[in-house]
Protein backbone atom coordinates (compact mmCIF):
# COMPACT_ATOMS: atom_id res chain seq x y z
CA UNK A 1 0.00 0.00 0.00
CA UNK A 2 2.96 2.25 0.59
CA UNK A 3 4.15 1.82 -2.73
CA UNK A 4 0.70 2.31 -4.22
CA UNK A 5 0.59 6.11 -2.18
CA UNK A 6 3.94 6.67 -3.64
CA UNK A 7 3.23 6.11 -6.91
CA UNK A 8 0.18 8.03 -7.07
CA UNK A 9 2.03 10.97 -4.72
CA UNK A 10 4.69 10.78 -8.10
CA UNK A 11 2.04 10.78 -10.66
CA UNK A 12 3.12 7.41 -11.91
CA UNK A 13 -0.39 5.35 -10.51
CA UNK A 14 -1.98 3.61 -13.45
CA UNK A 15 -5.47 2.20 -12.89
CA UNK A 16 -3.36 -1.09 -14.26
CA UNK A 17 -1.39 -0.93 -10.96
CA UNK A 18 -4.22 -0.39 -8.79
CA UNK A 19 -6.39 -3.40 -10.81
CA UNK A 20 -3.49 -5.69 -10.07
CA UNK A 21 -2.85 -4.50 -6.25
CA UNK A 22 -6.75 -5.87 -6.01
CA UNK A 23 -5.99 -8.83 -7.78
CA UNK A 24 -3.47 -9.79 -5.21
CA UNK A 25 -5.27 -8.27 -1.97
CA UNK A 26 -8.42 -10.43 -3.17
CA UNK A 27 -10.51 -7.13 -2.88
CA UNK A 28 -12.69 -4.71 -5.77
CA UNK A 29 -11.07 -2.02 -7.48
CA UNK A 30 -12.61 0.85 -5.78
CA UNK A 31 -11.65 -0.51 -2.48
CA UNK A 32 -8.16 0.10 -3.08
CA UNK A 33 -9.19 3.53 -4.34
CA UNK A 34 -10.59 3.60 -1.41
CA UNK A 35 -7.46 2.66 0.83
CA UNK A 36 -5.18 5.12 -1.01
CA UNK A 37 -7.67 8.06 -0.25
CA UNK A 38 -7.63 7.42 3.44
CA UNK A 39 -4.31 6.84 3.63
CA UNK A 40 -3.49 10.31 1.98
CA UNK A 41 -5.33 11.42 4.74
CA UNK A 42 -3.86 9.80 7.54
CA UNK A 43 -0.07 8.12 7.20
CA UNK A 44 -1.55 5.71 10.14
CA UNK A 45 -4.11 4.22 7.69
CA UNK A 46 -1.47 2.88 5.18
CA UNK A 47 0.24 0.67 7.78
CA UNK A 48 -3.63 -1.84 7.79
CA UNK A 49 -5.45 -0.57 4.77
CA UNK A 50 -9.21 -1.46 5.58
CA UNK A 51 -9.20 -1.19 8.78
CA UNK A 52 -11.49 1.49 10.48
CA UNK A 53 -9.47 4.29 12.03
CA UNK A 54 -9.95 5.08 15.35
CA UNK A 55 -11.52 7.66 16.76
CA UNK A 56 -12.73 8.88 20.66
CA UNK A 57 -15.77 7.12 22.01
CA UNK A 58 -15.23 3.79 19.99
CA UNK A 59 -16.37 0.88 21.73
CA UNK A 60 -13.89 -1.23 23.22
CA UNK A 61 -13.52 -4.51 24.68
CA UNK A 62 -12.88 -4.16 28.54
CA UNK A 63 -12.35 -6.62 31.16
CA UNK A 64 -16.25 -6.99 32.16
CA UNK A 65 -17.12 -7.94 28.39
CA UNK A 66 -14.07 -10.54 29.04
CA UNK A 67 -15.88 -11.50 31.61
CA UNK A 68 -19.36 -11.81 30.81
CA UNK A 69 -18.03 -13.44 27.35
CA UNK A 70 -16.19 -16.03 29.25
CA UNK A 71 -19.78 -16.64 31.88
CA UNK A 72 -22.19 -16.62 28.70
CA UNK A 73 -19.92 -19.49 26.89
CA UNK A 74 -19.16 -16.53 24.03
CA UNK A 75 -22.65 -15.94 23.55
CA UNK A 76 -22.63 -11.95 22.22
CA UNK A 77 -26.45 -11.24 22.78
CA UNK A 78 -26.39 -13.16 26.18
CA UNK A 79 -23.72 -10.54 26.89
CA UNK A 80 -25.16 -7.82 25.41
CA UNK A 81 -28.81 -8.88 27.67
CA UNK A 82 -26.38 -8.41 30.58
CA UNK A 83 -24.99 -4.99 29.86
CA UNK A 84 -28.42 -3.45 28.78
CA UNK A 85 -29.90 -4.73 32.10
CA UNK A 86 -26.92 -3.61 34.42
CA UNK A 87 -27.22 -0.02 32.41
CA UNK A 88 -31.03 0.18 33.25
CA UNK A 89 -29.77 -0.31 37.06
CA UNK A 90 -27.59 2.41 36.79
CA UNK A 91 -24.19 0.03 37.18
CA UNK A 92 -22.84 1.00 33.78
CA UNK A 93 -23.41 3.36 30.35
CA UNK A 94 -25.61 1.50 27.68
CA UNK A 95 -23.98 -1.01 25.31
CA UNK A 96 -23.67 0.04 21.53
CA UNK A 97 -25.53 -2.31 19.10
CA UNK A 98 -25.05 -6.09 18.75
CA UNK A 99 -22.99 -5.79 15.24
CA UNK A 100 -20.88 -3.06 16.83
CA UNK A 101 -20.33 -5.37 19.90
CA UNK A 102 -19.41 -8.46 17.15
CA UNK A 103 -17.07 -6.18 15.47
CA UNK A 104 -15.33 -5.06 18.46
CA UNK A 105 -14.85 -8.63 19.79
CA UNK A 106 -13.28 -9.76 16.33
CA UNK A 107 -11.28 -6.62 16.57
CA UNK A 108 -9.88 -6.24 20.12
CA UNK A 109 -10.22 -10.75 20.71
CA UNK A 110 -8.04 -12.97 19.01
CA UNK A 111 -9.32 -16.43 17.63
CA UNK A 112 -7.63 -18.27 20.36
CA UNK A 113 -9.10 -15.90 22.98
CA UNK A 114 -12.70 -15.88 21.26
CA UNK A 115 -12.27 -19.26 21.42
CA UNK A 116 -11.06 -19.72 25.01
CA UNK A 117 -13.82 -17.96 26.40
CA UNK A 118 -16.62 -20.34 24.73
CA UNK A 119 -14.74 -23.10 25.21
CA UNK A 120 -11.97 -23.55 27.41
CA UNK A 121 -8.29 -23.92 27.43
CA UNK A 122 -8.53 -26.75 25.33
CA UNK A 123 -10.99 -24.83 22.45
CA UNK A 124 -8.09 -22.24 22.75
CA UNK A 125 -5.18 -24.57 22.53
CA UNK A 126 -6.42 -25.59 18.71
CA UNK A 127 -5.07 -21.82 17.60
CA UNK A 128 -1.73 -21.76 19.18
CA UNK A 129 1.43 -22.46 17.07
CA UNK A 130 3.72 -24.96 18.36
CA UNK A 131 7.68 -25.22 17.47
CA UNK A 132 8.49 -28.52 16.55
CA UNK A 133 11.46 -30.81 18.03
CA UNK A 134 14.67 -30.93 15.83
CA UNK A 135 14.48 -34.64 14.63
CA UNK A 136 16.91 -36.99 16.70
CA UNK A 137 18.74 -39.96 15.94
CA UNK A 138 16.86 -43.32 16.46
CA UNK A 139 16.91 -44.43 20.22
CA UNK A 140 17.35 -41.14 21.97
CA UNK A 141 13.82 -40.41 22.54
CA UNK A 142 11.09 -42.77 22.83
CA UNK A 143 7.26 -41.49 23.85
CA UNK A 144 4.60 -43.96 25.16
CA UNK A 145 0.60 -43.62 25.92
CA UNK A 146 -2.22 -45.93 26.17
CA UNK A 147 -4.91 -45.45 24.29
CA UNK A 148 -8.38 -47.17 23.86
CA UNK A 149 -9.37 -48.19 20.97
CA UNK A 150 -13.08 -47.20 19.62
CA UNK A 151 -13.94 -50.76 18.63
CA UNK A 152 -15.85 -53.16 20.01
CA UNK A 153 -14.36 -56.66 20.71
CA UNK A 154 -15.89 -60.13 21.80
CA UNK A 155 -13.96 -60.84 25.37
CA UNK A 156 -15.29 -63.64 27.14
CA UNK A 157 -18.58 -63.40 25.22
CA UNK A 158 -18.92 -59.72 25.90
CA UNK A 159 -18.38 -56.67 23.85
CA UNK A 160 -15.54 -54.65 25.41
CA UNK A 161 -13.71 -51.83 23.59
CA UNK A 162 -9.65 -52.86 23.83
CA UNK A 163 -6.52 -50.42 25.26
CA UNK A 164 -3.08 -50.33 23.05
CA UNK A 165 -0.30 -49.48 24.79
CA UNK A 166 2.63 -48.52 22.58
CA UNK A 167 6.61 -47.00 22.25
CA UNK A 168 7.56 -45.28 19.39
CA UNK A 169 10.86 -43.84 18.30
CA UNK A 170 10.43 -40.08 17.96
CA UNK A 171 13.47 -40.23 15.00
CA UNK A 172 11.74 -42.67 12.49
CA UNK A 173 8.36 -42.72 13.85
CA UNK A 174 8.80 -46.46 14.21
CA UNK A 175 6.35 -47.97 16.60
CA UNK A 176 9.03 -50.22 18.59
CA UNK A 177 6.54 -52.26 20.96
CA UNK A 178 3.00 -52.74 21.50
CA UNK A 179 0.60 -54.59 23.89
CA UNK A 180 -3.14 -54.55 23.90
CA UNK A 181 -5.33 -55.40 26.36
CA UNK A 182 -8.53 -56.39 26.72
CA UNK A 183 -9.41 -53.88 29.54
CA UNK A 184 -8.35 -51.24 31.37
CA UNK A 185 -4.55 -51.59 31.08
CA UNK A 186 -2.05 -51.42 34.02
CA UNK A 187 1.73 -51.54 35.04
CA UNK A 188 1.57 -54.66 33.23
CA UNK A 189 0.79 -53.65 30.03
CA UNK A 190 3.23 -50.94 30.09
CA UNK A 191 5.97 -53.85 31.36
CA UNK A 192 4.93 -55.93 28.61
CA UNK A 193 4.84 -53.60 25.73
CA UNK A 194 8.37 -51.98 27.13
CA UNK A 195 9.81 -55.92 26.66
CA UNK A 196 8.27 -56.16 23.18
CA UNK A 197 10.10 -52.64 22.32
CA UNK A 198 13.38 -52.70 23.76
CA UNK A 199 13.97 -56.92 22.65
CA UNK A 200 15.19 -57.02 18.58
CA UNK A 201 14.52 -60.49 17.89
CA UNK A 202 11.72 -62.19 16.08
CA UNK A 203 8.72 -61.75 16.30
CA UNK A 204 9.62 -58.37 17.30
CA UNK A 205 11.98 -57.19 14.00
CA UNK A 206 14.96 -54.96 13.84
CA UNK A 207 12.97 -51.75 15.70
CA UNK A 208 14.42 -51.85 19.38
CA UNK A 209 17.36 -51.42 21.96
CA UNK A 210 17.33 -49.33 25.39
CA UNK A 211 16.67 -45.38 24.48
CA UNK A 212 18.22 -42.91 25.69
CA UNK A 213 14.80 -40.85 27.29
CA UNK A 214 10.96 -41.82 27.33
CA UNK A 215 8.29 -39.51 27.60
CA UNK A 216 5.43 -39.95 29.66
CA UNK A 217 2.66 -37.92 30.66
CA UNK A 218 1.87 -38.72 34.23
CA UNK A 219 -0.01 -41.73 34.08
CA UNK A 220 -0.08 -43.72 37.09
CA UNK A 221 0.60 -46.83 35.48
CA UNK A 222 3.96 -45.11 33.65
CA UNK A 223 4.99 -43.60 36.66
CA UNK A 224 4.20 -46.82 39.24
CA UNK A 225 6.99 -48.26 41.42
CA UNK A 226 7.46 -50.90 39.53
CA UNK A 227 7.83 -49.44 36.02
CA UNK A 228 10.44 -46.84 37.59
CA UNK A 229 12.21 -49.43 39.03
CA UNK A 230 12.65 -51.11 35.87
CA UNK A 231 13.32 -48.11 33.82
CA UNK A 232 16.23 -47.20 36.77
CA UNK A 233 17.71 -50.60 36.23
CA UNK A 234 18.06 -50.44 32.70
CA UNK A 235 19.35 -46.80 32.72
CA UNK A 236 16.83 -44.96 30.96
CA UNK A 237 15.63 -41.54 31.93
CA UNK A 238 12.27 -40.76 32.22
CA UNK A 239 10.59 -37.65 31.00
CA UNK A 240 7.30 -36.56 33.00
CA UNK A 241 5.51 -34.40 31.64
CA UNK A 242 2.94 -32.48 32.70
CA UNK A 243 -0.42 -32.85 32.65
CA UNK A 244 -3.12 -31.85 29.61
CA UNK A 245 0.40 -31.23 27.35
CA UNK A 246 -0.55 -33.37 24.48
CA UNK A 247 1.31 -31.61 22.65
CA UNK A 248 4.51 -31.86 24.83
CA UNK A 249 4.84 -35.60 23.38
CA UNK A 250 2.85 -35.36 19.17
CA UNK A 251 4.22 -38.22 18.07
CA UNK A 252 2.80 -40.67 20.23
CA UNK A 253 -0.44 -38.57 20.14
CA UNK A 254 -0.55 -38.45 15.80
CA UNK A 255 -0.02 -42.35 15.98
CA UNK A 256 -3.28 -42.27 18.19
CA UNK A 257 -5.04 -40.24 15.76
CA UNK A 258 -3.72 -41.91 12.83
CA UNK A 259 -4.21 -45.67 13.77
CA UNK A 260 -7.82 -44.64 14.08
CA UNK A 261 -8.47 -43.15 10.91
CA UNK A 262 -6.50 -45.16 8.96
CA UNK A 263 -7.21 -48.68 10.38
CA UNK A 264 -9.88 -48.81 13.12
CA UNK A 265 -12.46 -46.81 11.16
CA UNK A 266 -12.84 -49.90 9.26
CA UNK A 267 -13.10 -52.73 11.34
CA UNK A 268 -16.74 -54.19 12.20
CA UNK A 269 -17.64 -52.52 15.42
CA UNK A 270 -16.48 -49.23 14.87
CA UNK A 271 -18.29 -47.21 17.60
CA UNK A 272 -17.82 -43.93 16.08
CA UNK A 273 -19.92 -45.00 12.73
CA UNK A 274 -22.33 -42.78 11.63
CA UNK A 275 -25.85 -44.26 12.28
CA UNK A 276 -29.12 -43.95 10.67
CA UNK A 277 -31.77 -42.99 12.82
CA UNK A 278 -32.84 -40.87 15.44
CA UNK A 279 -30.92 -42.71 18.38
CA UNK A 280 -28.03 -44.03 17.37
CA UNK A 281 -27.27 -48.37 17.98
CA UNK A 282 -24.87 -51.28 16.63
CA UNK A 283 -26.93 -53.50 14.12
CA UNK A 284 -28.01 -56.55 15.94
CA UNK A 285 -26.48 -58.61 13.31
CA UNK A 286 -23.40 -56.78 13.36
CA UNK A 287 -20.79 -59.84 13.89
CA UNK A 288 -17.78 -58.69 15.98
CA UNK A 289 -14.32 -59.61 16.00
CA UNK A 290 -12.46 -61.98 18.32
CA UNK A 291 -9.78 -60.37 20.81
CA UNK A 292 -7.39 -62.64 19.17
CA UNK A 293 -8.16 -62.03 15.20
CA UNK A 294 -8.36 -58.32 16.80
CA UNK A 295 -4.86 -58.29 18.22
CA UNK A 296 -3.28 -60.40 14.95
CA UNK A 297 -4.90 -57.25 12.42
CA UNK A 298 -3.42 -54.79 14.58
CA UNK A 299 0.04 -56.15 14.91
CA UNK A 300 -0.07 -56.92 10.84
CA UNK A 301 -1.01 -53.12 11.10
CA UNK A 302 1.88 -52.42 13.07
CA UNK A 303 4.19 -53.86 10.77
CA UNK A 304 2.81 -52.52 7.45
CA UNK A 305 3.11 -48.76 9.40
CA UNK A 306 6.93 -49.74 10.07
CA UNK A 307 7.81 -51.02 6.74
CA UNK A 308 5.48 -49.84 4.18
CA UNK A 309 3.65 -46.49 5.13
CA UNK A 310 5.64 -43.21 4.51
CA UNK A 311 5.06 -40.40 6.89
CA UNK A 312 5.42 -36.93 5.65
CA UNK A 313 8.25 -36.05 8.39
CA UNK A 314 10.15 -38.65 6.66
CA UNK A 315 10.49 -37.10 3.34
CA UNK A 316 9.37 -40.16 0.78
CA UNK A 317 10.99 -42.95 3.53
CA UNK A 318 9.43 -46.04 5.65
CA UNK A 319 10.31 -46.16 9.43
CA UNK A 320 12.40 -49.15 8.36
CA UNK A 321 14.62 -47.38 5.96
CA UNK A 322 15.05 -44.36 8.32
CA UNK A 323 15.80 -46.50 10.92
CA UNK A 324 18.67 -48.65 8.83
CA UNK A 325 19.89 -45.66 7.40
CA UNK A 326 20.89 -44.50 10.75
CA UNK A 327 24.55 -45.18 11.87
CA UNK A 328 23.61 -44.96 15.88
CA UNK A 329 24.88 -47.70 17.87
CA UNK A 330 21.96 -49.90 19.84
CA UNK A 331 22.23 -50.74 23.10
CA UNK A 332 20.89 -54.83 23.66
CA UNK A 333 19.82 -56.88 26.46
CA UNK A 334 19.29 -59.98 26.95
CA UNK A 335 16.20 -61.47 26.94
CA UNK A 336 16.77 -63.33 30.10
CA UNK A 337 18.11 -60.09 32.05
CA UNK A 338 14.92 -57.81 30.35
CA UNK A 339 12.16 -60.72 31.74
CA UNK A 340 13.99 -60.13 35.31
CA UNK A 341 14.22 -56.03 35.10
CA UNK A 342 10.33 -55.91 34.33
CA UNK A 343 9.26 -58.05 37.20
CA UNK A 344 8.33 -56.68 40.78
CA UNK A 345 10.35 -57.52 43.43
CA UNK A 346 8.37 -58.83 46.29
CA UNK A 347 11.01 -58.95 49.22
CA UNK A 348 12.58 -62.24 50.39
CA UNK A 349 11.10 -65.30 51.45
CA UNK A 350 11.52 -69.23 52.88
CA UNK A 351 11.86 -72.24 51.25
CA UNK A 352 9.86 -74.96 53.49
CA UNK A 353 8.38 -78.07 52.80
CA UNK A 354 5.32 -76.70 51.75
CA UNK A 355 6.77 -74.41 49.17
CA UNK A 356 7.25 -70.76 49.28
CA UNK A 357 4.15 -68.65 51.05
CA UNK A 358 3.56 -65.49 48.93
CA UNK A 359 -0.01 -63.31 49.66
CA UNK A 360 -1.38 -66.61 51.85
CA UNK A 361 -0.93 -69.14 49.27
CA UNK A 362 1.78 -72.00 48.26
CA UNK A 363 3.88 -72.11 45.21
CA UNK A 364 5.73 -75.17 44.29
CA UNK A 365 8.37 -75.59 41.58
CA UNK A 366 10.09 -79.26 40.59
CA UNK A 367 13.46 -77.39 41.25
CA UNK A 368 12.30 -77.22 44.87
CA UNK A 369 13.25 -80.73 45.70
CA UNK A 370 16.04 -80.76 48.18
CA UNK A 371 15.88 -76.87 48.50
CA UNK A 372 14.02 -76.22 51.90
CA UNK A 373 14.92 -74.29 54.33
CA UNK A 374 17.21 -71.75 52.04
CA UNK A 375 16.43 -68.27 51.59
CA UNK A 376 14.98 -66.87 48.25
CA UNK A 377 14.06 -63.68 46.57
CA UNK A 378 10.37 -63.27 44.60
CA UNK A 379 10.01 -61.35 41.51
CA UNK A 380 6.53 -61.73 39.81
CA UNK A 381 4.30 -60.15 37.08
CA UNK A 382 1.97 -57.66 38.23
CA UNK A 383 -1.64 -59.28 37.96
CA UNK A 384 -0.25 -62.73 37.11
CA UNK A 385 -0.39 -64.35 40.55
CA UNK A 386 -0.48 -68.01 39.18
CA UNK A 387 3.26 -67.95 38.75
CA UNK A 388 6.13 -66.23 40.24
CA UNK A 389 9.87 -66.31 39.60
CA UNK A 390 12.33 -67.32 42.33
CA UNK A 391 15.55 -66.40 42.86
CA UNK A 392 18.78 -67.18 45.15
CA UNK A 393 18.30 -64.40 47.95
CA UNK A 394 22.23 -64.18 48.62
CA UNK A 395 24.19 -64.34 45.11
CA UNK A 396 20.91 -63.75 42.78
CA UNK A 397 21.01 -66.64 41.05
CA UNK A 398 17.96 -67.61 39.16
CA UNK A 399 16.70 -71.14 40.81
CA UNK A 400 13.36 -71.40 38.49
CA UNK A 401 9.17 -70.35 38.38
CA UNK A 402 7.08 -71.80 40.94
CA UNK A 403 3.35 -72.29 39.98
CA UNK A 404 0.42 -71.72 42.93
CA UNK A 405 -0.29 -75.36 44.40
CA UNK A 406 -3.85 -76.06 44.37
CA UNK A 407 -5.03 -74.44 41.43
CA UNK A 408 -8.80 -73.71 40.88
CA UNK A 409 -9.97 -75.31 37.60
CA UNK A 410 -11.67 -73.31 35.01
CA UNK A 411 -15.42 -74.41 35.67
CA UNK A 412 -14.33 -72.87 39.23
CA UNK A 413 -13.00 -70.00 38.16
CA UNK A 414 -16.45 -68.89 36.33
CA UNK A 415 -18.36 -70.22 38.73
CA UNK A 416 -16.80 -67.90 40.64
CA UNK A 417 -16.94 -64.89 38.62
CA UNK A 418 -20.63 -65.37 38.22
CA UNK A 419 -21.51 -65.61 41.59
CA UNK A 420 -19.49 -62.67 42.02
CA UNK A 421 -20.89 -60.21 39.36
CA UNK A 422 -24.53 -61.43 40.79
CA UNK A 423 -23.71 -60.60 44.26
CA UNK A 424 -22.37 -57.05 42.58
CA UNK A 425 -25.82 -56.35 41.11
CA UNK A 426 -27.63 -57.41 43.78
CA UNK A 427 -25.64 -54.85 45.85
CA UNK A 428 -25.77 -52.30 43.26
CA UNK A 429 -29.33 -52.79 42.92
CA UNK A 430 -29.76 -52.68 46.54
CA UNK A 431 -27.65 -49.20 46.69
CA UNK A 432 -29.75 -47.64 44.30
CA UNK A 433 -33.02 -48.88 46.12
CA UNK A 434 -32.12 -47.04 49.21
CA UNK A 435 -30.76 -44.07 47.61
CA UNK A 436 -33.65 -43.15 45.39
CA UNK A 437 -35.79 -40.36 46.30
CA UNK A 438 -37.91 -38.64 44.05
CA UNK A 439 -39.18 -34.89 44.52
CA UNK A 440 -42.57 -33.49 43.08
CA UNK A 441 -41.88 -30.93 40.47
CA UNK A 442 -42.11 -27.19 41.00
CA UNK A 443 -43.82 -24.48 38.82
CA UNK A 444 -42.30 -21.38 41.51
CA UNK A 445 -39.96 -21.11 43.20
CA UNK A 446 -40.04 -23.04 46.53
CA UNK A 447 -37.95 -25.22 48.55
CA UNK A 448 -37.64 -29.05 46.96
CA UNK A 449 -40.51 -31.48 48.00
CA UNK A 450 -39.95 -35.40 48.82
CA UNK A 451 -42.81 -37.37 47.69
CA UNK A 452 -43.32 -40.66 49.44
CA UNK A 453 -46.12 -40.94 52.09
CA UNK A 454 -45.84 -42.95 55.06
CA UNK A 455 -48.57 -43.37 57.51
CA UNK A 456 -48.26 -43.21 61.36
CA UNK A 457 -47.66 -47.39 61.95
CA UNK A 458 -45.45 -47.83 58.86
CA UNK A 459 -43.02 -44.71 60.43
CA UNK A 460 -43.32 -46.22 63.84
CA UNK A 461 -42.24 -49.84 62.29
CA UNK A 462 -39.32 -48.70 60.43
CA UNK A 463 -38.24 -47.22 63.10
CA UNK A 464 -38.59 -49.91 65.52
CA UNK A 465 -36.71 -52.20 63.11
CA UNK A 466 -33.98 -49.66 63.00
CA UNK A 467 -33.66 -49.02 66.65
CA UNK A 468 -33.51 -53.10 67.35
CA UNK A 469 -30.41 -53.53 64.76
CA UNK A 470 -28.46 -50.65 66.21
CA UNK A 471 -26.26 -52.19 69.59
CA UNK A 472 -25.48 -48.54 70.77
CA UNK A 473 -28.68 -48.14 71.30
CA UNK A 474 -29.40 -51.69 72.92
CA UNK A 475 -26.88 -50.71 75.73
CA UNK A 476 -28.25 -50.33 79.19
CA UNK A 477 -25.45 -48.73 81.27
CA UNK A 478 -28.24 -47.48 84.10
CA UNK A 479 -29.25 -50.98 84.23
CA UNK A 480 -27.29 -52.10 87.44
CA UNK A 481 -26.34 -48.39 89.64
CA UNK A 482 -22.83 -48.19 91.01
CA UNK A 483 -21.75 -48.67 94.09
CA UNK A 484 -21.76 -45.79 96.46
CA UNK A 485 -18.11 -45.47 96.80
CA UNK A 486 -16.11 -45.76 100.93
CA UNK A 487 -17.14 -43.23 103.38
CA UNK A 488 -13.50 -42.14 103.43
CA UNK A 489 -12.99 -41.17 99.40
CA UNK A 490 -13.65 -37.92 98.98
CA UNK A 491 -15.78 -38.27 96.27
CA UNK A 492 -17.61 -34.79 94.44
CA UNK A 493 -20.83 -34.06 94.94
CA UNK A 494 -22.17 -34.54 91.03
CA UNK A 495 -20.26 -38.09 91.11
CA UNK A 496 -22.16 -38.65 94.26
CA UNK A 497 -25.50 -38.15 92.50
CA UNK A 498 -25.00 -41.01 89.94
CA UNK A 499 -24.21 -43.38 92.87
CA UNK A 500 -26.89 -45.33 95.02
CA UNK A 501 -26.17 -46.07 98.65
CA UNK A 502 -25.80 -49.17 100.47
CA UNK A 503 -23.38 -52.33 100.12
CA UNK A 504 -21.92 -52.66 96.96
CA UNK A 505 -23.69 -55.60 94.87
CA UNK A 506 -22.79 -58.81 94.88
CA UNK A 507 -21.42 -60.43 91.57
CA UNK A 508 -21.22 -64.24 90.39
CA UNK A 509 -17.79 -65.01 90.74
CA UNK A 510 -16.20 -67.81 88.44
CA UNK A 511 -18.16 -70.68 86.74
CA UNK A 512 -19.89 -72.69 89.51
CA UNK A 513 -21.97 -69.59 90.22
CA UNK A 514 -20.26 -69.03 93.53
CA UNK A 515 -20.18 -64.91 95.29
CA UNK A 516 -16.91 -62.93 95.63
CA UNK A 517 -15.32 -62.50 98.81
CA UNK A 518 -16.85 -59.45 100.67
CA UNK A 519 -14.04 -58.49 102.72
CA UNK A 520 -10.96 -55.86 101.60
CA UNK A 521 -8.29 -58.01 101.75
CA UNK A 522 -9.47 -60.60 99.54
CA UNK A 523 -11.28 -63.42 102.14
CA UNK A 524 -15.05 -64.27 103.01
CA UNK A 525 -16.52 -61.66 105.35
CA UNK A 526 -17.08 -63.49 109.41
CA UNK A 527 -20.45 -64.83 109.36
CA UNK A 528 -23.37 -63.25 111.45
CA UNK A 529 -26.11 -63.72 113.06
CA UNK A 530 -29.49 -62.52 113.17
CA UNK A 531 -32.42 -61.70 115.93
CA UNK A 532 -33.36 -65.26 115.41
CA UNK A 533 -30.06 -67.02 115.85
CA UNK A 534 -29.77 -68.16 112.43
CA UNK A 535 -26.18 -67.01 110.71
CA UNK A 536 -25.43 -66.00 107.38
Known amino acids: MRRLLALRREGKLTTGRVRSAAAVLGVRERAVWRWLAAAERDEAAARAPGERSAYPGRFTVTDEVRALLGLWKG ?97 TNAITGVAITPGHPSRESVLAALRSAVLREDPYGPFGGLPEKVRVDRGKDFVSRTVTAAFDLLDVTVEDLPAYTPHLKGTVEGLNREVESMFLAALPGYARQPRPGKRASRPKDEVLLGFEDFTARLLDWTRWWNTEHRPSPLRGKTPLEAWQDDPTPLRDVPAADLWTFTLEDAGTRTLTTRGIRFRRRDYVGQWMTGQAGIQVRIRFMPHHDHRIEVYDAATGRYLGPADLADQATEEQLRAVRRARSARARRLKKDLEASQRERYAAATQAEAPQRIGALTTAQAEAELAQNADSDLAQLAMPDLIPHAAPPADWRTPASLAALTTPGPPVRYPYGRDGAFAPDGRDGRAAPPTTDEDGDTS
Open 75 to 171: NVAAVHRELTARAARGEGESPPSIPTLHRAIRRDLTPGERAGLAGGERAARKHDVFLARPRPWRNKVWETDHVQAPVLVEVDGKPRRPWITWFTDCA
